[in-house]
Nanobody, 121 residues
């Protein structure tokens, strides 16, 4: 199983970016998917999560600015980030809690390699 994240980059304050993360491999089903972020010297923190039925949860500082969504048919999770601020600068990691097609079946947590988001003028 692999998670491949994309969509990071450099953006000016107030701008927007859309992150995508595709899960591939021996996947039977995906439970929750989410985005986390980490800056040097700090712990990785939750940004947003979404369940298989579409229930969402957001970290307080991104509420009203970020939107998480998923396409279950494509095993893909998205993070639309609007009104970006310099403090949103971080490496963003996608996460999926999933059940495998092969033993051991799971559920297990998988992580993508991260994509860098830099918000700067």
């Amino acid at each position: 199983v692999q998670l491949q994240a994309s969509g990071g980059g450099l953006v000016q304050p107030g701008g927007s970016l859309r992150l995508s993360c595709v899960a591939s491999g021996n996947i039977f089903s995906i439970n929750a998917m989410g985005w986390y972020r980490q800056v040097p010297g700090k712990q990785r923190e939750l940004v947003a999560t979404i369940t298989s039925s579409g229930n969402t949860k957001y970290e307080d500082s991104v509420k009203g600015r970020f939107t998480i969504s998923r396409d279950n048919a494509k095993n893909t999770v998205y993070l639309q980030m609007n009104s970006l601020k310099p403090e949103d600068t971080a490496v963003y990691y996608c996460n999926a809690n999933l059940n495998r097609l092969v033993v051991p079946l799971g559920p297990y947590d998988y992580w993508g390699r991260g994509t860098l988001v830099t918000v700067s003028s």
